[in-house]
């Protein structure tokens, strides 16, 4: 049926009244500003606090929200940076940049009722001079068109660093500093030569690390990823594995010592290559040592003369200790798998007489007065594939987490703690595992079975 004249002119009055009144409402809720001091904007956050930084290295990016709760729009006559360029920060609002040449201001922004700008913050601050962090401040200050000024808080410490790229060693070397270290691409070290590090902190960033073609002598050193921000409010990125490469020993190197050493957060911690065995020449010490939190492997030998005492070996997603070959002398250690990233972790312990499809002699593998434990049932992985190729270990005076082995020609004195000595691994023997904060302590708990054993004994 065909609608009357009349019923056409009423349906276009009506669509005319409701358009009229559509574009008022969104007047009224989108297009009016006020000026009246008690609008007043709100922040995520009244401080944005970042972590410690590198003097002249960028920071992460921060950000943080401005809200209009305010029943009328409000416009921003200005955003500035208090102290101008003199600190370093780097400020963008919502796709405005401060410009730190014209004065570290941006102008007229207009935040609409219920709307919110996204502002981002960075920070490259100048040398200080000082040993010290120190602590870098300022206000990013928004003028509203009332007159009214609010503020956020920007702060975070300025550390100054020695900053190292792509170096090569390639005569003897000594290195202490007492500023940080920063590593950007790696540090290597030539055949004829031997870097001393020295009661210094090295700091390397992503996929750097240390080869070493001749020989490294470190003590009183830590090693560890350049990152000081969080990836979570209560997780540091020092927390998270693979933040750096790790040292590489290859064939060529020999007479390595690690000495009151900390090597934490790498993808492999250390590599030994395999090499020309000779009892005479041991490829690698290490004493009262730390390697802790690994994406790879703690310590991976392969047909290598290694050796350690008193020295923590832990957390790591492949094996913590892979002795492939060779002869690996271990005393007082120390053994701790409980890699919190990872279901799929390796053992706290491997030792074969093959790597892939090379047999490799295992000439003698020894662990004494030690601690081997970790989640699983079984840590302590022992294979062999050839038995015409030697296949040598002995145990003596360890705590093992593995099922126990009646082989008393190659275990003296041990403790085995079997799974059903507790339903979360070894974590009783020791002073801290906290999975949900990734904090731990390898000092035996005063209540220890392993008491006299192990890298820190009590």
């Known amino acids: 049926m065909k609608e009357s004249p009349f019923y056409q002119y009423m349906i276009r009055r009506i669509f005319l009244f409701l358009s009229i009144c559509l574009g008022i409402t969104a007047c009224s809720d989108n297009d009016t500003f006020t000026t009246s001091g008690s609008a007043r904007l709100t922040f995520s956050a009244d401080t944005v606090k970042m972590d410690t930084v590198f003097s002249t290295v960028g920071s992460s990016t921060y950000t943080f929200w401005v809200f209009n709760n305010a029943s009328d729009g409000i416009r921003l006559k200005s955003v500035r940076l208090q102290l101008g360029n003199q600190t370093g920060f780097r400020v963008n609002v919502d796709g405005s940049y401060l410009d730190n040449a014209l004065g570290s201001v941006a102008n007229d922004f207009e935040v609409r009722e219920g709307d919110s700008l996204r502002v981002f913050v960075e920070l490259t601050a100048p040398e200080n001079g000082k040993e010290e962090a120190q602590l870098v401040e300022d206000d990013l200050v928004f003028s509203l068109e009332s007159g009214v000024e609010q503020r956020v808080h920007l702060q975070a410490h300025t550390w100054d660093a020695l900053q190292l790229r792509d170096v090569r060693i390639s005569r003897d070397t000594h290195l202490s500093s007492i500023k940080p270290v920063v590593v950007y691409g790696g540090l290597r070290v030539d055949s004829a030569a031997t870097l001393y590090i020295r009661n210094t902190t090295i700091f390397f960033h992503d996929k750097a690390g240390i080869d070493v073609y001749g020989c490294l002598d470190a003590d009183g050193v830590t090693l560890r990823g350049d990152r000081m921000d969080h990836m979570f409010d209560y997780l540091p ?30 993808e492999d911690a250390i590599i030994v290559d395999s090499a020309a065995l000779s009892p005479n020449s041991q490829r690698l010490y290490m004493e009262r040592c730390v390697v802790h939190n690994c994406k790879g492997a703690g310590l991976k030998a392969v047909n290598a003369y290694v050796g350690a005492q008193y020295c923590q070996l832990s957390n790591t997603l492949g094996d913590c200790v892979a002795i492939h070959g060779g002869v690996a002398i271990f005393d007082h250690c120390t053994l701790a798998q409980f890699y919190p990233f990872s279901a799929s972790r390796g053992a706290a312990l491997r030792f074969t007489n093959f790597l892939n499809d090379y047999s490799l002699p295992l000439e003698l593998f020894k662990l004494t007065n030690s601690i081997v434990t970790g989640y699983a049932d079984d840590v302590v992985m022992g294979e062999m594939r050839d038995s015409t190729v030697a296949y040598n270990y002995y145990f003596e005076n360890d705590v093992l987490r593995t099922p126990a082995v009646a082989d008393s020609t190659r275990f003296t004195n041990i403790t085995w703690e079997e799974p059903s000595d507790t339903t979360s691994g070894g974590k009783k023997l020791f002073v801290l595992i906290d999975e949900k904060n990734l904090k731990y302590d390898f000092h035996l708990d005063s209540l220890s079975t392993a008491k006299g054993k192990g890298c820190y004994e009590r």
């Open 237 to 266: 990125y020092d927390r998270v594995s693979g933040q750096w490469r790790g040292l590489h020993f290859f064939s060529s190197s020999t007479g390595n010592s690690l000495v009151n050493t900390e090597i934490r957060n790498p």
